[in-house]
C-alpha cells in the first residue's frame, strides 16, 4: 500500500488518467486497472478525482469492451469510497451515467449497484449541507444536477429539509416544465423516485378505507317502506328511505331535510339526473357502510357520491377507478378527477404519469396533459413531503 501512495506522490496518477483517453485499448485498459488498484487507498481517492480522473473513467463505461468496461467500474467504486469526491461524481453527471448505462458482465452491474450503495450511504452530515449549499449558490445547471442526485440518492427522512426547506422541488419542477425533452423526463423520473421514497404506500397500491365508525341502519332497511318517513322518485320508480338515516350521512342531506329546501317537508322527493342503479348502490351505502363498486357503475357512483357529500362512497369509487389507469385514460381520469375533486384519483393520476412519462411523451396530444398537471404535482410533493411518510388523502 505504501508503494501505491509513492506511486501517487512521485506523479503517476496525470499520465494513467491521460492513457484512459488512448486510441490503443489495451493501453486504456491496464491504466484503468492501474487506477482501480490505487482507488482502493484512501490516500488516493480524492487525489485522481482531483486531477481530472472521473470523467475519463465514467466516459469508458460506454465501452463494448466488458473488460475494460469493469475496470472503470472498479476504479469508480473506489473513488466514491471517499466523502470529498460526492460533488465531483454530480458535478460531471457521474450519478446518471452509473443509473443509465449498459453493462456487459455481471459483475460489473454488482459493482455499480455498490458504487451507487456507496454514493448514497454518504449524503448525510457535511456532505449533505455542502450539496445544499451548492444546490443553493451554484448556476442552475449544476443546481439541477444536485437536486436530480439526491432525489436518487437521499433518505427519507432529508427529503423534506432538501426539497421543500431548500428549495430542491422546485428545481425538479422546473426540469418538468423545460423545452427539452430529455429534462422533462430527467426530472420526471427523479420526482418518481421521490414519491416511491416518501411513502410506504402510494394511492396505486392503498386499500379502500375502512368505513366510518358509525352505526348504520342496515342493509334489511335499503328500500323498505317499513318506517319509511320519504320516497325519492328514480326514473319513475319509488324508492323508500328513512330521514334518521340520511340526516346522519352527509351534509348534502341535513341541508335537504332541516335547511330552506322544498324537500324538508316532501313525502315525495324526485331525483332526475341520477340512474336508479346508481341511486340504489349509494343508498346502500348510506345503510350499511360499504357496497361493491364495479368499474362499469363507478363513474356515475363517483357523480353522484360528490353531489351528496359521501366522502367514504368517493373514496371506494376512486379506488375502483383507479384500477383501470392506463396510457388511454389516464387523461380523461385526471379530467374526472378534477370534475369532482377526488383527489386520490387526481395523485394516482399523478404518479402514474411520472412513472410513464417517457411514453405518455411520445403520445398525442398528452403534453399539454402533463403541462397542466404541474401545478398538481407541486401541490402533491408539498403537502406528501411535509406530511413525511404518511399517505396523503387530503
Known sequence: MKGQVHIVQRGAVRPLIDMLQSPDVQL???????????????????????????????????????????????????????????????????????????????????????????????????????????????????????????????????????????NGLELLIGLLGSSCPKQQLDGAVALCKLANKAMALSPVDAAPPSPTPQVYLGEQYVNNATLSDVTFLVEGKRFYAHRICLLASSDAFRAMFDGGYREKDARDIEIPNIRWEVFELMMR?????????????????????????????????????????????????????????????????ILFILEHFDKLSAMPGHSHLIQCTIPEIRNYFVKTLTKGNSNIQA
Open 28 to 166: 486504456k485498459e491496464m491504466s484503468a486497472f492501474a487506477l482501480g488498484r490505487l482507488a482502493q487507498d484512501t490516500h488516493n481517492q480524492a487525489g485522481i478525482a482531483h486531477t481530472g480522473g472521473l470523467m475519463p473513467l465514467l466516459k469508458l463505461l460506454d465501452s463494448k469492451n466488458g473488460s475494460l468496461q469493469h475496470n472503470a467500474a472498479f476504479a469508480l467504486y473506489g473513488l466514491a469510497e471517499n466523502e470529498d469526491n460526492v460533488p465531483d461524481f454530480i458535478r460531471v453527471g457521474g450519478i446518471k451515467r452509473l443509473q443509465d448505462g449498459e453493462f456487459i458482465i455481471q459483475a460489473t452491474k454488482d459493482c455499480i449497484a455498490k458504487t451507487l450503495k456507496r454514493l448514497e450511504e454518504k449524503i448525510h452530515g457535511r456532505v449533505l449541507n455542502h450539496l445544499l449549499y451548492l444546490m443553493r449558490v451554484s448556476e442552475k445547471a449544476f443546481q439541477r444536477r444536485v437536486a436530480l442526485a439526491l432525489a436518487h440518492l437521499c433518505s427519507a427522512d432529508d427529503q423534506r429539509k432538501i426539497f421543500i426547506d431548500h
Open 285 to 349: 351505502f348510506i345503510y350499511t357502510g360499504s357496497v361493491d363498486v364495479s368499474l362499469e357503475i363507478a363513474q356515475d357512483l363517483l357523480r353522484a357520491a360528490d353531489q351528496y357529500l359521501l366522502e367514504g362512497l368517493k373514496r371506494l369509487c376512486e379506488y375502483t377507478i383507479a384500477q383501470d389507469v392506463s396510457l388511454e385514460s389516464v387523461s380523461s381520469m385526471y379530467e374526472l378527477s378534477e370534475a369532482f375533486n377526488a383527489i386520490s384519483l387526481r395523485h394516482t393520476c
